[in-house]
Structures are given as structure tokens and as C-alpha cells.
């Protein structure tokens, strides 16, 4: 079976320019999650769904934003990008929305703004 | 808020046992979750403890005090693939979003 799939895997954007993030969970998982990773420091938690709506949101501007399609798959936005969300984005799928289930996390968009 | 404390870097030579401690404050506790990230890599699960106690998994193992807010990670027969980040991770909330410390680096020296 497929893991959670992202794309693309890297991607270059200067500042001001929007960016979108593409995310596949595992099939049968229902929630998504997403992260950012800066070096060096843990994933933060951005936000998440669960059939296809939003059921968190981390401490982020809104210039972050995000939505989850029929098929659960989901797309995370960033508007007016700056230096500082150069970053790993991590996309996370989990069968229900909460409970004890692990989270799954796919490789990773490692997106670098000029 | 809450918060996870946890060493930056630990050395240790193939063979070995190596302990990765951890100490968070939060608001509401949910489970601890401890997680491996191999350079380039995603974040792998490893182990979930919600009770006192020890949880075992190969040659990896968990324990929870939640009256001391502490964890800790044991890896025990140190291989060098064992080189990675580990993070140990508590719930925000109902909800199941994670919070993550800032990371062990742990590497295994021949």
C-alpha cells in the first residue's frame, strides 16, 4: 500500500509569490494533517482536516490556508511568501481525527525562498 | 502552552543502550508519542505510551511517569541506522494534533 504521497518534493519561490502543496494520505485514513520544519527544530502543527473540514489550526498568519478534497486529499497555500517559511512542509494522514492512532507523515515538500 | 524538553545531541557506540529523555508541560495530557526522522527523511513512528509504564517494541522502548511529566526513549543494540533525530510529542488537544520537541540528534559511532 501507498504511504502519503507529496508533491513536489522541492520547489523554489521568491518572496511575495503564492505557493500550493499537494497531499495523498493513505488510503482509508480520513484526517490530514500539516507541519512546517524549520532546520533543526520538530514539526509545527499548522493545520488540520477531517472530512474536509477544518478541525485545527496552529499558530500561523493567515496567510496559511488549506482545504481537504472528496477523495481526502488535501492542499496547503501559502500567500506573499516570505524568507522565513523556508521550510519542510509535512503532510500527515491518520484513519479518524482523533483517538490514539499514529500519524503518518510523507516525505515532505522542502520549499527554499530567494 | 505546553512545551517538551529533550536533549540536542547524544553520542554512543554501536552495541550500546542509549536513554532520550523527555519532560513536558502541557494542559491537558494525551499520550506521549516518540517519533525517528533520518536526515531528508519523514518523521517515522515509534512508540505511543498514555499509561505508566514501560512499552517495548524490538529493541526499542518507552516509558511514561505522567505524575513526573517525563518519558523517555530506550534504544537498546545500537546500530548505526539508529543515527537520526528523535522526537518525543504530546497532543495539543483532543483532536490528535501533534506538538513536537525540538529533537535528539542521536549518532552511533563504530
Known amino acids: 500500500d501507498a504511504g502519503v504521497t507529496q508533491s513536489p518534493t522541492h520547489l523554489i519561490k521568491t518572496r511575495g509569490q503564492h505557493v500550493t502543496l499537494r497531499c495523498s494520505p493513505i488510503?482509508?485514513?480520513?484526517?490530514v494533517s500539516w507541519y512546517q520544519q524549520v532546520l533543526g527544530q520538530g514539526p509545527q502543527f499548522i493545520f488540520q482536516?477531517?472530512?474536509?473540514?477544518?478541525?485545527g489550526r496552529g499558530n500561523f498568519p493567515d496567510r496559511f490556508s488549506a482545504r481537504q478534497f472528496p477523495n481526502y486529499s488535501s492542499e496547503l497555500n501559502v500567500n506573499a511568501l516570505l524568507l522565513g517559511d523556508s521550510a519542510l512542509y509535512l503532510c500527515?494522514?491518520?484513519?479518524?481525527?482523533?483517538?490514539?492512532?499514529?500519524?503518518?507523515f510523507g516525505d515532505g515538500t522542502r520549499l527554499s525562498i530567494l | 502552552g505546553q512545551s517538551l524538553e529533550q536533549p540536542s545531541e547524544v553520542t554512543a557506540v554501536e552495541g550500546a543502550i542509549v536513554q532520550i529523555n523527555c519532560t513536558y508541560q502541557?494542559?491537558?495530557?494525551?499520550?506521549l508519542s516518540w517519533y525517528q526522522q533520518h536526515d531528508g527523511g519523514a518523521p517515522t513512528f515509534l512508540s505511543y505510551?498514555?499509561?505508566?509504564g514501560l512499552e517495548e517494541t524490538g529493541r526499542f522502548s518507552s516509558f511514561l511517569s505522567r505524575s513526573d511529566s517525563y518519558g523517555y526513549l530506550l534504544l537498546q543494540e545500537l546500530q548505526m541506522k539508529d543515527s537520526a533525530s528523535y522526537f518525543c510529542?504530546?497532543?495539543?488537544?483532543?483532536?490528535?494534533?501533534?506538538?513536537f520537541g525540538k529533537g535528539t540528534k542521536l549518532s552511533v559511532k563504530p
Open positions: 500527515a494522514s491518520r484513519q479518524d481525527r482523533g483517538g490514539n492512532q499514529p500519524q503518518h
Open positions: 510529542a504530546v497532543r495539543g488537544g483532543s483532536q490528535g494534533n501533534l506538538i
Open positions: 502541557t494542559s491537558g495530557f494525551y499520550g
Open positions: 482536516y477531517y472530512e474536509k473540514e477544518e478541525r
Open positions: 488510503s482509508g485514513h480520513k484526517s
Open positions: 505510551n498514555a499509561l505508566d
